[in-house]
């Protein structure tokens, strides 16, 4: 298992519960070799993965969406947007900055642009950048990112990415959103708790991917206690909520009935101040 390979597992989730993600256009991801993957992920992590993923897409595209109708537009800057599709979600006085590895962005890029030309995307002002970011200084991701915005208020998404970095790249990811962002902006962010790893279920996910990494992506395991977010400078933590207190909202038919027995993600929104 390669680290984008997650990309086109949760998008491919997102496309299994449309009516929750409210991603309509994530199917466009799904690809066979995907869909051998996931039932065996499934069985042998958590059953409840693919409703947990599109309840955590639900939560940012609702909280994006009245962030950008509350001020007429602005810019998503998505960092490690994978194969999420908000832009096209979004309306059309959103800019979106996608920011990932290399091959995911190629990747996407030829494809979504292929697909606004068949009429399958609508035309969204996107903006494509390649950027590592365990191997990028703090000034050169500033550099690259700050000439990119042309439209402000900004909401920077984390999404699905803190779990595979260190603390010295998280550090300087909050470093350049810290830079980049004006009082007012807000960030998206995703993490696990530190009390997860104690459960089975996490256990098992870092038995999965400890015997199908077949890389020598550098991958950490990392998970963020709320102190982190109340602590974070410059960033006041406006909303938290974990994905069962999201499944009780959005899903009550879906029965997850214990915290502990799920891979309970945990998302945070921050205003700049
Ligand atoms: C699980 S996927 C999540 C994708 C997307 N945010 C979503 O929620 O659908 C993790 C993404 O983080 C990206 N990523 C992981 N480590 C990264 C790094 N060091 N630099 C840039 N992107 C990274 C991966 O390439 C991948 O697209």
Redesign the pocket.
Same mark, same amino acid.
């Given at each position: 298992m390669q $680290?984008?390979e997650?990309?086109f597992?949760?998008?491919t989730y997102r496309s299994y519960h449309q009516e929750l993600s409210k991603d309509i256009y994530a199917r466009l991801w799904n690809n066979p070799n995907t869909d051998l993957l996931i039932p065996s992920i499934l069985e042998s992590i958590s059953k409840d993965e693919a409703i947990l993923h599109s309840l955590?897409?639900r939560f940012f595209y609702e909280q994006m969406y009245a962030f950008f109708s509350k001020n007429n537009g602005g810019t998503l800057i998505?960092f490690?947007?994978?194969?999420?599709m908000y832009p096209f979600l979004l309306n059309n006085t959103v800019d979106t900055i996608e920011?990932?590895?290399k091959d $995911?962005i190629a990747y996407k890029k030829e494809k979504t642009m292929h697909w606004i030309r068949e009429g399958k995307l609508p035309q969204r002002d996107i903006q494509y950048t390649a950027?590592?970011?365990?191997n990028s200084s703090e000034q050169d991701i500033h550099t690259t990112i700050q000439p990119m915005i042309h439209k402000t208020p900004t909401f920077i998404?984390l999404?699905?990415?803190l779990f595979?970095?260190g603390p010295d790249?998280t550090h300087k990811l909050w470093n350049i959103f810290k830079e980049i962002q004006s009082k007012g902006d807000l960030v998206g962010s995703v993490s696990y708790i530190p009390e997860i790893e104690n459960t089975d279920v996490y256990k098992r996910l870092l038995h999965y991917f400890d015997t199908h990494n077949d890389t020598d992506d550098p991958f950490y395991h990392q998970t963020l206690p709320h102190s982190f977010y109340e602590n974070l400078d410059r960033y006041q933590l406006k909303k938290h909520i974990d994905e069962f207190d999201l499944s009780k909202i959005y899903a009550p038919d879906a029965e997850i009935r214990d915290r502990t027995q799920i891979l309970n993600e945990h998302m945070y929104i921050l205003q700049k101040s």
């Amino acid at each position: 298992m390669q $680290i984008h390979e997650t990309a086109f597992i949760v998008s491919t989730y997102r496309s299994y519960h449309q009516e929750l993600s409210k991603d309509i256009y994530a199917r466009l991801w799904n690809n066979p070799n995907t869909d051998l993957l996931i039932p065996s992920i499934l069985e042998s992590i958590s059953k409840d993965e693919a409703i947990l993923h599109s309840l955590r897409n639900r939560f940012f595209y609702e909280q994006m969406y009245a962030f950008f109708s509350k001020n007429n537009g602005g810019t998503l800057i998505n960092f490690g947007a994978g194969f999420s599709m908000y832009p096209f979600l979004l309306n059309n006085t959103v800019d979106t900055i996608e920011i990932d590895k290399k091959d $995911i962005i190629a990747y996407k890029k030829e494809k979504t642009m292929h697909w606004i030309r068949e009429g399958k995307l609508p035309q969204r002002d996107i903006q494509y950048t390649a950027i590592d970011f365990n191997n990028s200084s703090e000034q050169d991701i500033h550099t690259t990112i700050q000439p990119m915005i042309h439209k402000t208020p900004t909401f920077i998404l984390l999404e699905g990415v803190l779990f595979f970095l260190g603390p010295d790249t998280t550090h300087k990811l909050w470093n350049i959103f810290k830079e980049i962002q004006s009082k007012g902006d807000l960030v998206g962010s995703v993490s696990y708790i530190p009390e997860i790893e104690n459960t089975d279920v996490y256990k098992r996910l870092l038995h999965y991917f400890d015997t199908h990494n077949d890389t020598d992506d550098p991958f950490y395991h990392q998970t963020l206690p709320h102190s982190f977010y109340e602590n974070l400078d410059r960033y006041q933590l406006k909303k938290h909520i974990d994905e069962f207190d999201l499944s009780k909202i959005y899903a009550p038919d879906a029965e997850i009935r214990d915290r502990t027995q799920i891979l309970n993600e945990h998302m945070y929104i921050l205003q700049k101040s």
